[in-house]
C-alpha cells in the first residue's frame, strides 16, 4: 500500500552516539556485502501498541491502515510480550540485523512527540532515517485474554488478536502483514482445531504460548527479506 503523502525528509544529524550506532550499522552491512555475502537488511521494531477500545465492546481503527477491528480485553505488557516473541523469531533469519529496542523506542518517541500533526508514514520514515533501517515493524494488538485454570484443565480459555506489519520506509509502502486471531477450543468444540491443539503440547495453553502458536503460523506465509 503506497503513501502519496511522502515528502522527502533530510537526515536529521543526531547527537554523536546516536550517529555512531547508525552508522556502525551501516557499515556492518556493507562490510557483509563486500565479501560477496548477500547485504544484511537492517531492521527497527516500533513498540507494538495495545488497541484499547474507548467502550468495551467498540471498534479500535488500526493506525497504519486506518481498518476498523474488533477489539476485545488485553492484559498489561501484553504488547511487549508479542512484541519480544517476534523479535526472537527474527532472530531465527540470516543476513538481517535487529537494531536494538531501546533505541528505536527512544527516537520513534521523540520524532512523534515533534511530528504530532505529521502522517504516521511521514513519520515512520524519519525514523527510518536517523535509525538507519530498510525495514520497520509494528505490530497492533487487540485481545490478550490469557486463561482461567491449567494445563489440564481451563475454565475458560486464552484469547489472542494481533497484527503486525513491515514496512519499507524508503517506498512508503507495506511490504508484509501478517494476522493472528484466535481462541483456544476444545476437540470436541472444533476438531478442525486438532494439528494446532497438539502442536500445543495437547494442552490448554496460556495466552503467551498461544502468541507464539501464532507467530510461528503467520510467518509460514512470510516470503522473507529481498531489498
Known sequence: MSNKSFKKIA????????????????????????????AAVVIGVIPFQAMIPQEPGSMVICPLCTTGHAAGRIADGA????????????????????IPQE?????????????????????????????????????????YIDRVGYGYSAKKPASVA???????PREGEIIWRGVFDK????????????????????KWLTAEELSKQGMAEIFKKFPGFTL
Open 103 to 143: 533505541r528505536v523506542a527512544g527516537v520513534y518517541k521523540r520524532i512523534s512527540a515533534e511530528s504530532l500533526r505529521r502522517p504516521l508514514f511521514d513519520v515512520l520514515k524519519k525514523a527510518a532515517n536517523e535509525l538507519g533501517a530498510d525495514v520497520l515493524a509494528l505490530g497492533y494488538i487487540y485481545r
Open 11 to 38: 537526515c536529521a544529524g543526531g547527537i554523536i552516539i546516536a550517529f555512531s550506532l547508525t552508522a556502525s550499522l551501516s557499515c556492518l552491512a556493507a562490510e557483509k556485502a563486500g565479501h560477496g555475502e548477500k
Open 183 to 202: 481462541t483456544q477450543k476444545s476437540l470436541m468444540e472444533d476438531l478442525f482445531q486438532i494439528s494446532s491443539f497438539f502442536k500445543g503440547g495437547g
Open 79 to 98: 504488547e511487549k510480550i508479542v512484541e519480544d516473541i517476534f523479535v526472537e523469531k527474527l532472530g531465527e533469519f540470516k543476513n538481517i540485523i535487529i
Open 162 to 168: 494481533f497484527e503486525i506489519y513491515m514496512i519499507s
